[in-house]
């Protein structure tokens, strides 16, 4: 039975870690849980029956003595907690992003290292079922080899959404968010892009942080990708939404639930068609021209199962021995490309992403880690 403690237990632990905990009854037993804020200790600890609840992690590592500490506090405390939790000789598996820049981040793998524990990055996103099932159809004689990848977002913040810490990030789109979908970028294509090249105007607003990132992505061979993250529009919210061409086919990937019902007709065939969609969490579908096929939907909190199942392959790992995905040195990586992107937009050039890729002890000629679809 793998012991947890909990660092932090705001929205990241109640909405995602403590719910994916408790599907995995049986391999793991959540032992404490620590935040500065009484609120959150007592209404978490009552929901959750936490056997204990802290003020300081110090004092809650040194008494428990977990063997995985979880750090799900605002992203300036990562390297910090990180560092504590592995001189106490415990694994960590920690909220995105790792640290604040790529030099604490290779700290943090160096300390790891020294102290033989794993440190893990909650990059949950590949484990859905969505994108699981969409890895596994790249390459097969349905959907042939990838060749384009197009994701975008539209989000309308708000009073809640911009609450605490979040206001404070002047990089928060990509550390926040845009790390996620570079992370599904990697895991598709099932390697790094080696140019990069983005534009991230603010328009007219007065917001601390960045609103939007529009990123261009190539690769050795041709191939490529785009992303466009928008937090200035108006219009209808769409979480994630993810467009992958293939040589026979496209699957389209959506994270969010929602009912639809379309009606229309295919102007060449000139036939009428009607369908209607019902989605808890999000759907993945596989198209060819005007055939289509649902070929995974996800349940009403995609965000815990996929940590349940990310999770799981750090127990094994821990059990078993091996690097598991989502390890700290590949998403180093994966955070590479964000300043990376960051780099292009403000000298208004393309990048190659070579320097931004590799950390001490790493070669860019390895290709990065990749991640399985089931724990």
Request: aromatic share 6%; hydrophobic share 40%; proline share 5%.
């Amino acid at each position: 039975m793998i012991r947890i403690a909990i660092i932090g237990l705001g929205a990241a632990a109640r909405n995602i870690h403590l719910p994916a905990y408790s599907k995995l009854r049986g391999k793991v037993r959540v032992v404490a849980g620590c935040d500065p804020d009484e609120g959150a200790r007592a209404s978490q600890s009552a929901k959750w029956g936490l056997p204990e609840v802290y003020e300081d992690p110090r004092a809650m590592i040194e008494s428990t003595k977990p063997d995985v500490v979880s750090i799900c506090t605002p992203p300036h405390l990562h390297h910090e907690q990180s560092s504590m939790a592995l001189g106490y000789g415990c694994h960590v598996f920690c909220e995105k992003p790792l640290a604040d820049d790529l030099q604490e981040v290779d700290d943090l793998i160096a300390k790891a290292e020294a102290a033989d524990r794993l440190l893990v990055v909650n990059s949950e996103f590949p484990f859905m079922n969505i994108h699981a099932s969409a890895k596994k159809l790249i390459g097969s004689p349905r959907f042939g080899r990838l060749l384009f990848l197009h994701a975008s977002q539209t989000f309308r913040p708000t009073e809640a959404t911009e609450a605490g810490w979040r206001q404070e990030m002047s990089r928060r789109l990509g550390l926040e968010f845009g790390v996620h979908v570079l992370d599904l970028v990697r895991f598709f294509f099932g390697e790094d892009p080696v140019r990069i090249f983005a534009h991230m105007p603010r328009g007219s607003t007065k917001a601390r942080s960045d609103v939007i990132n529009v990123i261009s992505l190539e690769f050795s061979d041709g191939r490529g990708a785009s992303i466009v993250l928008d937090r200035l529009s108006k219009g209808p919210e769409r979480y994630l939404k993810m467009r992958l061409d293939g040589e026979f086919a496209t699957i389209e990937t959506s994270i969010g639930g929602e009912v639809r019902l379309e009606v229309g007709l295919h102007t060449r065939a000139r036939r009428p068609y009607m369908r209607l969609g019902l989605a808890k969490g999000g759907t993945a579908v596989l198209q060819n021209g005007d055939r289509s096929t649902t070929i995974a939907r996800e349940g009403i909190n995609p965000f815990a199962d996929a940590t349940a199942v990310h999770f799981a392959n750090m127990i094994e790992a821990i059990q078993n021995g091996g690097e598991p995905p989502g390890n700290a040195r590949d998403n180093r990586r994966t955070l590479g490309l964000v300043f990376a992107a960051y780099d292009s937009a403000q000298s208004g050039e393309a990048l190659d992403t070579d320097s931004y890729l590799t950390g001490a002890g790493d070669s860019v000629t390895n290709p990065p880690g990749r991640r399985q679809g089931e724990a």
